[in-house]
């Protein structure tokens, strides 16, 4: 039973346009939300994060969007460059404080120059 | 420039070897984790310790696999006997709140 859940395994675009990664979640006590980028041979890295109280966080060229009501969040690069290119995981903690983070599958983002 | 160590970076042995795989969390760290990657199941949440007691393990298979801190720099995760099926990267990762900082993993390839 998957309760992180991104269901595009690859994404590929141009450079200078949007990246969207789209990720869904189905336990109602996650409160909070983060994105982490990985690149090969690497471990993953903490990229940006949102707490359910907010709608939308952003950094930079990274934004998190979330919809409680759908139980879904998105992570948008505005504009995507090549270095972008890697593995995206979503990961979610429960209610709490708790430090465990449940993790998605990952979306492997390629931008193209 | 803190960060997560683990070693060795790369093991490949044969089915029924023990394998150990080490990890220095960060400095002033209270929470480390252990992870597993695979093609199939992502990034899956092995064992995790807080102040170096362990909290949860129930994502590990406990008749092979040992995960301990025999002290605040050094955490192990020990498999015993290694199967094929074992074969992952593996991952420790520390954090003082939700925030996680993982270490470059170790590709374990067992044959």
């Known amino acids: 039973d998957q309760q992180v859940k991104q269901n595009s395994p690859s994404l590929s675009v141009q450079e200078g346009r949007i990246s969207i990664l789209n990720c869904d979640y189905t336990?109602?006590?996650?409160?909070?939300f983060l994105w982490y980028k990985k690149y090969p041979a690497e471990g993953p890295t903490f990229l940006i994060s949102?707490?359910?109280?907010?709608d939308k966080n952003e950094d930079g060229r990274f934004t998190v969007f979330l919809n409680k009501s759908a139980k879904h969040l998105s992570l948008h690069i505005v504009p995507s460059q090549p270095g972008d290119s890697a593995v995206y995981f979503c990961?979610?903690?429960?209610?709490?404080?708790?430090?465990?983070?449940?993790f998605g599958k990952g979306t492997k983002l390629t931008v193209n120059p | 420039d803190a960060r997560v160590t683990q070693t060795p970076r790369h093991k490949v042995t044969e089915m029924g070897q023990e394998v150990t795989m080490r990890c220095q969390p960060i400095?002033?760290?209270?929470?480390v984790f252990w992870y597993r990657q695979t093609m199939m199941q992502g990034l899956e949440l092995l064992a995790y310790f807080r102040n170096r007691a362990p909290l949860d393990d129930s994502g590990m298979p406990k008749d092979r696999f040992s995960a301990e801190m025999p002290d605040a720099t050094l955490a192990t995760l020990k498999i015993q006997p290694s199967e094929p099926r074992d074969s992952a990267v593996y991952f420790c990762?520390?954090?003082?709140?939700?925030?996680?900082?993982f270490g470059p993993g170790t590709r374990l390839t067992v044959l």
């Open positions: 990762a520390s954090g003082a709140r939700v925030e996680q900082f």
């Open positions: 400095l002033g760290h209270n929470t």
């Open positions: 949102i707490s359910s109280i907010k």
């Open positions: 336990n109602s006590m996650f409160d909070y």
């Open positions: 990961a979610a903690s429960v209610q709490g404080g708790s430090e465990k983070l449940v």
